[in-house]
């Protein structure tokens, strides 16, 4: 029987990274994983408020965050910064100064918060920006093998060895749940050196909900 893991996880200390990166007491510890999270949902609800929103993808591909002794510093990786409402040096500004509050609130370190937006180069090589916009398709009904194709695409473009697409649920309103996937290049899951990322994203649509999944080799060390 398969045993299936995820592929980041796997491959952590070798191609892939933390993405909170920080040490605390383990009686403490559940307090700074509650912080992680408040300060990814809010920050993920604001650019949500204050994004012209391109093809449905908010373009947001991953949020790290590091904290020291007296600083915490919050990396925002983007696909599309440039469709923020405000200019992004205001938004910034606001966006750190309600993350300090909710820090603030959080624990008595006070700790100062600083925020730094980066441009990702090739927005759809990363899977959660990718898995956005299909998704987006998806609602729209396009039928999902011109989804996937379309997808594929755009991925080809970037550059990247290799893509796997799955698709689980009620495809296209049909009765019975099924699963479709399409693989185009090489994706080597069991290889540990190879730098694959991957993302697991659920859309809503009329028919229920989709499971999305996306894999996608770029490098091999």
């Known amino acids: 029987m398969g045993q299936k893991i995820n592929p980041l996880g796997f491959r952590l200390g070798t191609s892939q990274s933390h993405h909170s990166l920080w040490f605390e007491q383990p009686k403490y510890y ?3 994983l509650q912080e992680d999270k408040k300060i990814r949902d809010y920050i993920q609800n604001f650019l949500q408020e204050n994004m012209r929103i391109f093809a449905g993808v908010e373009g947001i591909g991953r949020i790290e965050i590091q904290k020291g002794i007296d600083l915490i510093q919050v990396i925002i990786y ?6 923020l409402k405000e200019e992004k040096s205001q938004a910034i500004k606001k966006l750190q100064s309600d993350v300090q509050t909710i820090c603030n609130s959080l624990n008595s370190l006070n700790r100062k918060v600083n925020i730094a937006i980066i441009r990702i180069k090739e927005p759809y090589g990363h899977p959660k920006i990718l898995a956005e ?13 011109k ?6 695409e755009l991925t080809e473009k970037t550059g990247t060895k290799g893509i796997q697409i799955q698709i689980a649920g009620r495809i296209e309103g049909n009765e019975i749940a099924r699963v479709e996937w399409i693989r185009k290049g090489r994706v080597p899951l069991q290889t540990i ?3 694959i990322d991957y993302c697991s994203y659920t ?3 009329i028919y229920g909900a989709l499971g999305i999944k ?7 060390r």
Request: hydrophobic residues 45%; proline residues 5%.
């Open 30 to 32: 559940f307090e700074g």
């Open 78 to 83: 983007m696909g599309f910064p440039n469709l």
């Open 133 to 145: 916009y299909l998704a987006e398709q998806l609602k729209n009904r396009v039928p999902f093998r």
């Open 147 to 152: 989804a996937i194709q379309k997808a594929i």
């Open 193 to 195: 050196r190879a730098k």
């Open 203 to 205: 859309v809503r649509t």
């Open 214 to 220: 996306i894999w996608i080799f770029t490098d091999e």
